[in-house]
């Protein structure tokens, strides 16, 4: 069910304290809020813009009830801090992040993007699935210590 008046744009420092709630909403139900989430959700835009990587939110009715990340780890851009309002889940608005961040990805002609995440979310592991997101091997030193399955999706 596409919603017709769901809007996605870009960050804006206005919705700061709505990327930060919906993140930190969305880890508390399912784990903890490590040290470095907290460190960039409190600064999406020194941790994630300034460093060449990009927010998008959700909206509907003037209402942020998602966001979504690509974050520039210098050799790879990572799909990270995606979450949707509880309100609002199950009406693939997390689907139509993902897929507006891969159409942007290829615009940018970037080769892969990958993502990080926990086999227990078998939700959001079947829609990485579906969109093409392929398991690769996990580094021993992943900056997530709940991270325990690394995904590529080539472009």
């Known amino acids: 069910m596409e919603n017709k008046n769901l809007e ?15 993140n930190v909403e969305w880890l508390e139900k399912y784990f903890y809020v490590e040290p470095y989430d907290k460190k ?3 600064n999406p ?3 994630i813009i ?11 009715n003037n209402e942020v009830i998602g966001v979504v990340s690509l974050i520039n ?12 309002s509880p309100k609002y889940q199950g009406l693939k608005i997390g689907q139509q992040l ?12 970037w080769k892969s993007v990958t993502l ?4 227990s979310l078998k939700a959001a592991i079947n829609l990485y699935h579906k969109v093409g997101f392929k398991e690769i ?18 472009l």
Do not use: W
Request: proline residues 1%; charged residues 25%.
């Open 50 to 60: 300034d460093n060449g990587g990009y927010i998008f939110l959700a909206k509907l």
């Open 73 to 84: 780890q210098k050799t790879f851009f990572e799909l990270s801090k995606m979450a949707v």
């Open 40 to 42: 960039v959700l409190s």
């Open 45 to 47: 835009q020194e941790y």
């Open 116 to 119: 990080y995440s926990h086999r």
């Open 8 to 22: 996605i744009i870009a960050f804006q420092p206005k919705y700061s304290k709505a990327f930060y709630d919906l």
């Open 137 to 154: 091997s996990l580094e021993k030193d992943s900056h997530y210590e709940r991270s325990d399955i690394k995904m590529i999706l080539n």
């Open 98 to 109: 993902m897929d507006f961040c891969i159409n942007f990805a290829r615009e940018q002609e």
